[in-house]
C-alpha cells in the first residue's frame, strides 16, 4: 500500500506459527507513530524465499502479506496524521497465528493448560512509553471458561495504564474494546469510530 510495509518476526513452536515484532514501517524513520494492542496475529504471511527460510531455520525477520487488519490500521493512520513517517507497532494477547477470533482463544486456552505456550515476554514500561498513543482492539468476546485470555487482558492494561501513555478503543456497553477491523461490511463504520474516538480523546493532547 503506497509506501508502506510489513515487518514481523515468524517463529515456528511445536505445530504452531507464532508472530512476534511486528510493526507497519510509514517511510523510512525508526520512531514511533503510535502502538496497537489486539488479539492475536491473523492472515499476514511470509512470502517465497522468507516463508522457506521460516521453514529451514524456525525463524524468519522479514517483510510480510498486509492483512485486513493492517489495511484498516493504515487506513486509520492516513486519516489522523498529516505526515506519516515512522513505525506503528503491533502488539498482541498472545501471538500464535489464527484468523477466527474465537478458535483462536480455544487453541490459546489449550496451549496454556497443556504447558506448551512459549514464554514471551511483554514489552516493558520504557518501550511503551516510546508510544504517542496505544490503542486497544482486542475484542469483545467473552467466555467464563477463557480464564488465561482474561488474565491476558487485566495484564496488558496494567502495563498500559503504568506507561501513563494516552490510550483509547472503541468501547461495548460492557466496556470491552471493538477490534478494529470487523467482519463484514461495517469496516468503513469502525474505522471513522475509531478516527472519531481518536480525534475526541487526544484534541489539544498530540501534534501529528
Known amino acids: 500500500m503506497g509506501n ?3 515487518i514481523a ?3 515456528l513452536v511445536g505445530d504452531e506459527i507464532y508472530r512476534t515484532n511486528t510493526f507497519l514501517q510509514f517511510g523510512t524513520a525508526r520512531k514511533s507513530l503510535g502502538a496497537a494492542v489486539m488479539l492475536n496475529p491473523g492472515s499476514s504471511e511470509l512470502q517465497g524465499e522468507a516463508r522457506k527460510k521460516l521453514f529451514m531455520n524456525g525463524s524468519h525477520t522479514d517483510e510480510t502479506t498486509i492483512d485486513e487488519t493492517m489495511r484498516q490500521l493504515i487506513q486509520f493512520m492516513k486519516k489522523t496524521h498529516k ?3 515512522g513505525r ?3 502488539y498482541n494477547l498472545f501471538y500464535v497465528k489464527k484468523t477466527n477470533s474465537r478458535e483462536a482463544i480455544e487453541l490459546f486456552e489449550h496451549l496454556k493448560v497443556s504447558g506448551k505456550y512459549p514464554t514471551i515476554i511483554p514489552p516493558n514500561l520504557y518501550e511503551m512509553q516510546q508510544h504517542p498513543w496505544i490503542l486497544i482492539g482486542w475484542g469483545v468476546e467473552k467466555k467464563k471458561s477463557w480464564i488465561h485470555f ?3 487482558k487485566e495484564k496488558w492494561l496494567e502495563i498500559i495504564r503504568d506507561s501513563e501513555v494516552p490510550y483509547f478503543g472503541v468501547l461495548s456497553k460492557d466496556n470491552e474494546y471493538y477490534h478494529p477491523c470487523p467482519n463484514g461490511p461495517d469496516k468503513s463504520v ?3 469510530q475509531l478516527v472519531n474516538v481518536y480525534n475526541e480523546t487526544f484534541k489539544n493532547k498530540i501534534h501529528v
Do not use: G, S
Request: charged share 35%; aromatic share 6%.
Open 150 to 152: 482474561e488474565q491476558e
Open 9 to 11: 518476526t515468524f517463529q
Open 190 to 192: 469502525r474505522l471513522q
Open 88 to 90: 506503528l507497532h503491533i
Open 83 to 85: 505526515k506519516l513517517d
Open 4 to 6: 508502506v510495509k510489513a
